[in-house]
């Protein structure tokens, strides 16, 4: 009897081998296809951004591949001419970097507070950040700029960071607690035994292990800051804007500088770009441990 089962388990597992094989051939497949779609329109802003605006104008990005000569730098080097596209990526880096940092160390610091500290009405309180996180950027824009305008910050970088980490903090909040509160308990009580205080352990034990955590929120908090354009529109400075509104008013402005907009959108697309791709691998491990967890 053992053996008969044994042999039909056998028969059985080449059929379903094989249907594994196809199966993780055809993912894989259709993981590259879907790939190739999501990078086409990066690949095709690159090819124009190195195009000459006559060439942009007359055809599409395809053409270099016939016509490998229309390949230029001329774009770039007008872009780098381009004292308000050039300034208004430093006025995003001043807005996008204070941001994330403020977002990354309230939300640590509060996340910890909400996982393993007690506090009156800690559950309620976590409950009413957790609520925020339903609240629509649109529903509080007028009542904070009348804000601002009372503290005389409307219309400046502060402002706009006070803005970005305001909205960031709810998600980074509930993020963080929630990793933070799946560290074991005992590593904890063994840190404190050791004559560890609350500030010591948060920086050398709980830190370290939420790394991941921390890594995937910066990417998120990153991207979201640096590819806004409706608080930079209506908080920033006008006469210092961010790269994505000095972008919409140069296509405002100008109906012949098709080169320069798509070089500089180009070069706002690659920061963010690179920061994912620098950090991709904590990135995946702060994903993947939530899940699991």
């Known amino acids: 009897m053992t053996t008969v089962d044994t042999g039909v388990r056998a028969e059985q597992s080449l059929p379903a081998r094989i249907a594994g094989r196809l199966g993780g051939g055809v993912m894989r497949v259709f993981l ?18 190195l195009r000459d605006k006559r060439d942009i104008a007359a055809s599409g990005w395809w053409e270099v591949f016939s016509h490998p000569a229309q390949l230029t730098t001329q774009g770039y080097s007008n872009l780098f001419g381009n004292d308000t596209v050039m300034e208004s990526l430093g006025t995003t880096a001043l807005i996008t970097v204070p941001a994330t940092a403020l ?28 609520g925020l996180l339903v609240v629509p950027v649109q529903v509080a824009l ?23 980490t305001a909205f960031g903090l709810p998600f980074a909040v509930f993020l963080l607690r929630n990793f933070f509160a799946e ?46 354009m409706l608080i930079a529109l209506i908080f920033a400075d006008s006469g210092h804007p961010p ?4 972008l919409q008013q140069q296509v405002r402005q100008f109906g012949d500088n098709i080169d320069i907009l798509a070089s500089g ?11 994912f791709f620098a950090f991709q691998r904590q990135f995946v491990s702060g994903v993947m441990a939530g899940a699991v967890k």
Do not use: C
């Open 32 to 49: 590259v296809v879907v790939g190739l779609f999501w990078l086409t329109p990066t690949v095709g802003l690159l090819l124009s951004s």
């Open 142 to 164: 007028i009542p904070v700029a009348k804000l601002f305008n009372t503290l005389g910050i409307f219309e400046s970088t502060p402002g706009v960071v006070l803005f970005h």
């Open 103 to 130: 977002v990354i160390l309230i939300g640590a610091f509060a996340g910890y507070a909400f996982a393993w500290l007690d506090f009156p009405g800690r559950d309620w309180w976590f409950m009413a950040v957790v």
């Open 183 to 228: 560290i074991p308990r005992e590593l904890l009580e063994a840190a404190r035994l050791d004559g560890a205080g609350e500030l010591r352990l948060f920086l050398r034990v709980v830190l370290p292990l939420g790394g991941p955590a921390i890594a995937s929120l910066g990417i998120f908090q990153f991207l979201w800051v640096w590819n806004d």
């Open 243 to 246: 790269v994505t509104v000095a």
């Open 265 to 275: 959108a180009f070069l706002s697309m690659a920061v963010p770009l690179a920061v």
